[in-house]
């Protein structure tokens, strides 16, 4: 059963960096057959794509947050991260890992999600 | 990005049916059958529950139906239950644009 974990600090200050990390247990991150994504949740509001790494390196970023966004993958780690700058508290979320098919695009696995919290 | 639209929120009663839609366009979903659909409990992740329009994951209830005409894809609940009280929601390819999902569906059961 493949299961994915987020981990991370739970308090970030305005301007800095969010840091988290997803790994990945009870299946492979270098199949081709997945790309590796993060998702965030608001408080009270939707979802929101971020962004995905393909094992290989490559990645593909939500336009409203790619001058802000690095997702990198450490395959022999079985973990792939998230870095996200200057935040601020609109930055506030849960955020989650995910596993999402290359060829149907949809999550078939998500971690549990971690809030994240921007303040001072 | 992709900007789905689903109705803020729907209700019925239990036993009976209810749809919820989900509104791209002719660059997502009307020219793509990879349409997937999630629940969220209060606190929970996300749970997937169809994907490419109508196919339904292993251990996911019949209950649960998928479809698609035009530009908009459906999720059909038949025979609701209390525990299908949730937030739904939808999420479509859209090819060399980002991804993205719909604004979230909430489900009463009255």
């Known amino acids: 059963q493949v299961q994915l974990q987020e981990s991370g600090p739970g308090l970030v200050k305005p301007s800095q960096t969010l840091s988290l990390t997803c790994t990945v247990s009870g299946g492979s991150i270098s199949s081709g057959d997945y790309y590796w994504s993060w998702i965030r949740q608001p408080p009270g509001k939707g979802l929101e794509w971020i962004g995905y790494i393909y094992y290989s390196g490559s990645t593909y970023y939500n336009p409203s947050l790619k001058s802000r966004i690095t997702i990198s993958v450490h395959t022999s780690k079985k973990q792939f991260s998230l870095e996200l700058s200057s935040v601020t508290a609109a930055d506030t979320a849960v955020y989650y890992c995910a596993r999402e098919s290359s060829s149907s695009c949809y999550f078939d696995y998500w971690g549990q999600g971690t809030l994240v919290t921007v303040s001072s | 990005q992709s900007a789905l639209t689903q109705p803020a929120s729907v209700s019925g009663s239990p036993g009976q049916s209810i749809t919820i839609s989900c509104t791209g366009t002719s660059s997502d979903v009307g020219i793509y059958n990879l349409v997937s659909w999630y629940q969220q409990h209060p606190g929970k992740a996300p749970k997937l529950m169809i994907f490419e329009v109508s196919k339904r994951p292993s251990g996911v209830s019949n209950r649960f139906s998928g479809s698609k005409s035009g530009n908009t894809a459906s999720l059909t609940i038949s025979g609701l239950q209390a525990e299908d009280e949730a937030d739904y929601y939808c999420?479509?390819?859209?090819?060399?644009?980002?991804?993205?999902f719909g604004g979230g569906t909430k489900l009463t059961v009255l």
């Open positions: 999420y479509s390819y859209a090819g060399s644009s980002p991804r993205g």
